[in-house]
């Protein structure tokens, strides 16, 4: 076993939750160590929306210029048929009387410019990679963090006052938290996922959501601003067809990588026709394809326990109906971070943390189901009310999600100054 470390908090997961906490942390004078089980953290993933709030958040860390650089200003999410007639288009970010921008970016993008930050801010050794945390044991004064470094197959541990399970969907501290939680929840829906380049995008700062008679949907939005300086547009498109029975999915099928075959998914848009691009050519010209199925699970009662808490998709994780999974995570990041700084007990600060926090993300959970079945809506001819459902779900979603001026006007969560 390697000597102890230490730290004031440890963080198992490196992706944006877990990142973006690191960087809160240090902000507010708290020293967190990162554990990442991956050997490595490449730019992996597609396209994903940053809301205003999650925006908030990252400018108060000194990070605007650098979103303005990865992103692309979303200003509606606009819905339409197969035929591309619009059914309803829903003002989003500074278009909505926001302060901040809705951003969309490249996922893997955004957690490498969180990493350097990271590396930069606090130092190199505050991420560590290829060290997966397992388990951990408790006694009043302290957590012990046990891992494993995956290079030499030798155990580990580590000493810290708060440990933070910020390690995705499938959580093993979740699952030592809460044991009987059973298989993540599948919503019947799989998914196929890709970016493509292309000559233009005629919706623009928009989030196109489409879909049929069949309840098959298409997304698309804008995701680099260095593709539209060079004239061209990168375009992220997801495609999401009902391909089974919701209910519990196996074990091991809700891999995030899985590569996606474009013969499964064309036949299910074979009679689509948008008048500003060949979608068969659009979805052909992705240097690759993945498929995973649309899942989420039921909000807990409670997260953690004592010195140990959940945060982003280990926490509460949800369908990408609203765009609103990796801006969760930031508003944990910093909600937690605020808390450490401000209440000495970290048994209680973690409690408060969990209770701003448990109320919101499961809002955001049941509104993205109820987003994904309205989003859904079958042709205009087929479906004369799809504007009011639609309405009324975004209107629902956007309650959820935190409303303009409440985010606007609301205080900061940047600790005080330590002196």
């Not at 906490?21 to 597609?46: D, Q």
């Not at 044991?137 to 046990?146: F, G, I, L, N, Y």
Request: glycine share 10%; aromatic share 6%; proline share 8%.
């Amino acid at each position: 076993m390697t000597t102890p470390h230490s730290a004031d908090v440890v963080i198992a997961g490196g992706g944006i939750g877990g990142l973006a906490t690191a960087l809160s942390l240090h902000a507010a004078g708290i020293r967190p160590l990162v554990l990442e089980s991956s050997r490595r953290i490449s730019p992996l993933g597609v396209g994903i929306n940053l809301q205003p709030a999650a925006v908030r958040e990252l400018h108060e860390l000194g990070l605007a210029d650098e979103l303005a650089a990865l992103g692309v200003p979303a200003v509606a999410h606009v819905f339409a048929d197969h035929r591309g007639t619009t059914l309803y288009s829903d003002p989003r970010g500074t278009a909505a009387g926001y302060r901040w921008p809705q951003y969309s970016v490249h996922r893997g993008d955004l957690q490498m410019m969180l990493l350097r930050t990271v590396r930069e801010r606090i130092g190199p050794e505050a991420v560590r990679t290829g060290v997966r945390v397992e388990d951990f044991t408790q006694t009043p004064d302290a957590v012990e963090v046990h891992a494993l470094d995956r290079a030499t197959d030798r155990p580990e541990r580590h000493t810290a006052g708060v440990l933070v399970a910020a390690d995705g969907i499938h959580s093993r501290l979740r699952a030592r938290l809460h044991p009987g939680q059973g298989p993540l929840r599948w919503s019947g829906v799989t998914l196929w996922r890709g970016v493509t380049e292309t000559d233009a995008f005629p919706p623009g700062e928009a989030l196109l959501l489409a879909s049929d008679e069949r309840d098959a949907q298409f997304v698309a939005y804008q995701i680099s601003p260095a593709a539209l300086a060079r004239g061209r547009t990168l375009l992220n498109w997801v495609c999401a067809v009902p391909t089974g029975a919701p209910g519990p999915l196996p074990a091991g099928e809700a891999r995030w990588n899985r590569p996606g075959r474009l013969q499964d998914v064309l036949p299910h848009y074979a009679d689509w026709h948008f008048d500003w691009t060949d979608l068969p050519g659009l979805l052909a010209g992705a240097e690759r394809i993945l498929e995973y199925p649309m899942v989420d699970r039921d909000p807990l009662p409670s997260w953690g326990a004592g010195r140990v808490t959940l945060l982003g998709d280990a926490a509460h994780p949800a369908y990408p109906s609203g765009a609103n999974g990796g801006s969760q995570a930031v508003l944990d990041a910093r909600v937690l971070a605020h808390r450490l700084a401000t209440e000495p007990d970290p048994v209680r600060a973690l409690a408060a943390y969990e209770a701003e926090r448990r109320g919101p993300t499961a809002a955001v959970v049941l509104a993205n189901r109820k987003m994904d079945s309205v989003a859904r809506a079958r042709s205009a001819a087929k479906r004369p009310d799809a504007r009011r459902d639609l309405e009324r779900a975004a209107a629902s979603h956007r309650r959820a999600a935190g409303e303009a001026a409440a985010l606007n006007t609301r205080a900061s969560y940047t600790p005080p100054a330590r002196t």
